[in-house]
């Protein structure tokens, strides 16, 4: 009896694993032998897998979704009871038209539902159309929560709307870390909106991420690239370029909300607007240093509007700019009058010369560039990453020249 019971479960064993393997394009699910994934049937099939949710994973070719509508796609860590936390390598390739409409007992949405000590990495995920309408859910283009995760180098376009907690790339961050990624596009809900993340807490560093997103909110807390962030690690060489909307208050073109965050060498050129605590880089600073950033988007609010920050809570501003003339605003943080030392308003040209930064002491060897006489300060790209290679394929050719013309006039 007893070996027939060994030998029954050495069986349903090895059916589960030649299951999993032939559900994919080939590989065992090691580090060293990852799953391939070559079809949208392949990339669907993950969902259906939750013994693979550890696994490792490799995107093999670029894969386009747009046969599955609705809830047909299956995502990957469908709740955080049952998340994903294994590796999944985007391998340089794309993802393209992933539409997903969670239904409205959803907590999570997104390509993965939910992460914890996961790492995703070179991915990029294109016109993806993420749609949740459950109450405290969090949205995100490729992760609803990442929890201790590590994502690396991806990229998410197209659109993401959820009802709480709702980001370009990630809904909900916790002790997260984001290296090199962006987001663009559109992302709408009713509070805690952010470009590139909704929230952002615990232990959380940020580094060379950027988001071009349209952020809108029917509520509080809508950043350019976070709605609301209270982590510990420094947010670093990160920037917004998407218009910010709050109808309630905190509305940042970086950040809404922003606690004890350090932010350095950072930029938002966005339109900014909302009720109150509205602000050009940040809505409400509590507690946090600033440190070589600027902001030269419009800002328009009624309480607390500043060009720079809308109210600063303590916290000391070193070497932070905002345009004048571009903002419309006088006042560089809306709750102090006057602004402290380190906040310098300056007109349009004197934001596009040289000198204004560089007797501030900002650093144009290694972190900023300019066109002097022509352009605002830029971030220069992180080590190994060329900023004209627009389908991150490594290399830039005419692919990438064609994409600059399909999207000129966007």
């Given at each position: 009896m007893l070996k027939q019971i060994t030998l029954a479960m050495i069986l349903s064993v090895s059916l589960s694993a030649f299951a999993s393997i032939s559900s994919y394009g080939?590989?065992?699910?090691?580090?060293?032998?990852?799953?391939?994934?070559?079809?949208?049937?392949?990339l669907n099939s993950i969902g259906l897998n939750p013994d693979d949710w550890d696994q490792?994973?490799?995107?093999?070719?670029?894969?386009?979704?747009?046969?599955?509508?609705?809830?047909?796609?299956?995502?990957?860590?469908?709740?955080?009871?049952?998340?994903?936390?294994?590796?999944?390598?985007g391998n340089e390739k794309a993802i393209s038209n992933l539409s997903y409409t969670a239904p409205a007992d959803?907590?999570?949405?997104?390509?993965?539902?939910?992460?914890?000590?996961?790492?995703?990495?070179?991915?990029?995920?294109?016109?993806?159309s993420i749609l949740s309408e459950g109450l405290y859910s969090s949205t995100g283009g490729l992760a609803g929560s990442n929890e201790y995760s590590t994502i690396i180098n991806c990229h998410v376009s197209g659109s993401v709307?959820?009802?709480?907690?709702?980001?370009?790339?990630?809904?909900?961050?916790?002790?997260?870390?984001?290296?090199?990624?962006?987001a663009t596009g559109s992302v709408g809900g009713t509070g805690y909106l952010g470009g590139l993340?909704?929230?952002?807490?615990?232990?959380?560093?940020?580094?060379?991420c950027s988001a071009s997103c349209t952020a809108d909110g029917t509520d509080n807390y809508v950043g350019g690239l976070i709605g609301?962030?209270?982590?510990?690690?420094?947010?670093?060489?990160?920037?917004?370029?998407?218009?910010?909307?709050?109808?309630?208050?905190?509305?940042?073109?970086?950040?809404?909300?922003?606690?004890?965050?350090?932010?350095?060498?950072?930029?938002?050129?966005?339109?900014?607007?909302?009720?109150?605590?509205?602000?050009?880089?940040?809505g409400?600073?509590?507690?946090?240093?600033?440190?070589?950033?600027?902001?030269?988007?419009?800002?328009?609010?009624?309480?607390?509007?500043?060009?720079?920050?809308?109210?600063?809570?303590?916290?000391?501003?070193n070497a932070c700019f905002w345009d004048i003339?571009?903002?419309?605003?006088?006042?560089?943080?809306?709750?102090?009058?006057?602004?402290?030392?380190?906040?310098?308003?300056?007109?349009?040209?004197?934001?596009?010369?040289?000198p204004t930064f560089t007797a501030a002491g900002w650093d144009f060897v290694e972190v900023w560039g300019i066109g002097n006489g022509q352009t605002y300060p830029y971030l220069k790209a992180p080590a190994g990453f060329k900023p004209a290679d627009a389908n991150y394929s490594g290399s830039v050719d005419l692919q990438d020249l064609a994409i600059l013309a399909a999207d000129w006039l966007e």
């Open positions: 080939g590989g065992d699910g090691s580090s060293e032998s990852p799953f391939e994934i070559w079809t949208a049937e392949q490792h994973f490799k995107l093999m070719d670029n894969i386009d979704m747009s046969g599955y509508s609705g809830t047909q796609f299956n995502i990957i860590g469908s709740s955080c009871q049952n998340l994903f936390s294994g590796t999944f390598d959803n907590k999570v949405a997104g390509m993965f539902g939910c992460l914890k000590e996961a790492t995703i990495k070179n991915l990029k995920l294109d016109k993806v709307v959820g009802i709480n907690h709702v980001g370009g790339l990630v809904g909900s961050n916790s002790s997260g870390v984001l290296i090199g990624c962006s993340i909704g929230i952002n807490s615990g232990n959380s560093p940020i580094t060379s609301w962030n209270f982590s510990e690690q420094a947010i670093t060489d990160c920037f917004a370029t998407g218009s910010v909307h709050a109808d309630g208050y905190f509305a940042g073109g970086l950040i809404g909300s922003n606690e004890s965050s350090e932010i350095i060498s950072c930029y938002a050129a966005g339109t900014v607007s909302g009720f109150g605590n509205v602000g050009g880089l940040v409400e600073n509590y507690n946090t240093p600033l440190n070589a950033c600027y902001a030269a988007g419009s800002v328009d609010g009624t309480d607390f509007v500043g060009g720079l920050v809308g109210t600063a809570l303590s916290g000391e501003v003339q571009t903002s419309g605003q006088t006042d560089g943080v809306g709750n102090l009058d006057p602004d402290p030392s380190g906040v310098m308003g300056k007109s349009t040209a004197q934001m596009k010369m040289l």
